[in-house]
């Protein structure tokens, strides 16, 4: 009985992790089952991806890395949430992921159209044609992408999350 009612002083000494507050006393724990492992993949290549492209020194190189980078991370939400339905008209030609995308996330619009506004830039790059991104471009959009990876980590619920705690005993 002695060691019940210390375990019990022991746990009431502990505060509960605050909902609101840092939680520096609670490990998060990741949630892993709510993609499928393509989608998972997928994500560690454009978190890869933005490492490699912030470690380049040319802005080309930079700039092409880090819009792969994002073209990756939007395969992974489509591998999560499938293709569009299918239509004739849909089928007739090839779309980019940034023209799909919106039709199976529509929160994602905005992004794809940034990011299909630098696929030409993109083509250019990785032409190694000169110019076609400055430094400011590579960084940009290497912001832009890492970004838009964190967003679709929480919209896949693969951010770091509280463990359910157990209801209080009675």
């Known amino acids: 009985m002695a060691s019940t009612a210390a375990a019990r002083r022991h746990h ?6 605050s909902l609101t507050g840092p939680a520096t006393d609670v490990h998060p724990v990741l949630r892993r089952a709510a993609a499928p492992p393509a ?3 997928l994500l560690a290549q454009a978190h890869q991806g933005l490492e490699e492209a912030a470690g380049l020194e040319t802005p080309n190189e930079a700039y092409a890395t880090a819009h792969l980078a994002a073209l990756r ?16 008209r849909r089928r007739a ?3 980019s992921a940034w023209e799909v ?15 299909a506004s ?9 032409a190694g044609i000169q110019g076609a991104a400055t430094r400011r471009d590579a ?14 980590e929480r919209m896949l619920q693969l951010q770091p999350v509280l463990p359910q705690q157990a209801p ?3």
Do not use: M, N, Q, Y
Not at 12 to 17: K, Q, Y
């Open 12 to 17: 009431a000494a502990v505060p509960a992790p």
């Open 39 to 41: 989608a998972l993949d």
């Open 73 to 88: 991370t939007a395969a992974a939400v489509l591998a999560v949430h499938g293709r569009p339905e299918p239509s004739a």
């Open 93 to 95: 030609r090839i779309r």
């Open 101 to 115: 995308l919106p039709e199976v996330a529509p929160e994602l619009t905005e992004w794809c159209a940034l990011f």
């Open 118 to 126: 630098g696929a030409d830039r993109r083509a250019r790059a990785e």
């Open 139 to 152: 960084d940009d959009l290497l912001r832009d992408a890492a970004v838009f990876l964190r967003l679709v």
């Open 168 to 170: 209080p005993e009675r």
